[in-house]
């Protein structure tokens, strides 16, 4: 068990829908990530936060959004949905900003299927 | 994109050790070599991680080459719950905001 928590664990919407999807991190990390994995594109980092902050952007689609709220936790929102979008959606959280010395460690993800 | 550059599939049998290779010649001298597992579609697992000296823990050990360019994990007696594919990250300037840039892996077959 990584200590990161992400809801659901399954989701099944339609296209043009939105959704949320929830991560809490280890206790005491700082950094949320959030990642994408379809098959055909493997590991895609889509974003970090870091206390709040937006830190680094990856290949996030505009309609994608996230933020990292006081507690620490970290939702990523997604909307006007499209089958493409079907995927696997991990967080992962670092006590630091990652990196050097800082492992990123994630949780189970959550399975979107996109109909 | 990766920076690293890793064998496609490997195979090991149970009870032996197996030795994962990995490039990463882009590696700049203050970025780690980070690796991780992804079990059939679980979290990718944190294994381990080092700079320049060779590191070993309870899961595995690393060996890095001394220009750094290139590094082994070891899981020194396999078993079956270690199928997985293995991915090596070095390089590439995730240190810069902390994220990792993931390959495409080594997808490591243990059989009995």
């Known amino acids: 068990d990584s200590g990161v928590t992400q809801t659901p664990k399954h989701l099944i919407t339609a296209t043009g829908q939105r959704v949320t999807l929830r991560c809490s991190p280890r206790?005491?990390?700082?950094?949320v990530y959030w990642y994408q994995q379809s098959l055909d594109q493997g590991l895609q980092f889509l974003i970090q936060?870091?206390?709040?902050?937006?830190?680094a952007k990856g290949n996030i689609l505009e309609r994608f959004s996230a933020q990292q709220f006081p507690d620490l936790h970290s939702e990523l929102n997604l909307s006007s949905l499209e089958l493409g979008d079907s995927a696997l959606y991990f967080c992962?959280?670092?006590?630091?900003?990652?990196?050097?010395?800082?492992?990123?460690?994630f949780g189970n993800g959550t399975r979107l299927t996109v109909t | 994109d990766a920076k690293t550059t890793q064998p496609t599939s490997m195979d090991c049998a149970e009870g032996r050790a197996a030795n994962l290779p990995c490039n990463h010649s882009?590696?700049?001298?203050?970025?780690?070599v980070y690796w991780y597992r992804q079990i059939h579609s679980q979290g990718p697992q944190y294994i381990i991680h080092g700079l320049k000296n060779n590191e070993t823990n309870e899961m595995a050990s690393l060996i890095i080459t001394e220009d750094r360019k290139s590094s082994t994990l070891i899981l020194p007696h396999a078993t079956l719950r270690d199928t997985a594919v293995y991915y090596c990250?070095?390089?590439?300037?995730?240190?810069?905001?902390?994220?990792?840039?993931f390959g495409q892996g080594t997808e490591l077959s243990v059989k009995p």
């Open positions: 990250i070095g390089g590439g300037g995730y240190n810069q905001g902390g994220k990792l840039i």
């Open positions: 936060y870091y206390n709040g902050e937006e830190r």
């Open positions: 992962a959280s670092s006590v630091g900003v990652g990196g050097h010395n800082s492992p990123l460690h």
């Open positions: 206790s005491g990390d700082l950094s």
């Open positions: 882009t590696i700049s001298g203050n970025e780690y």
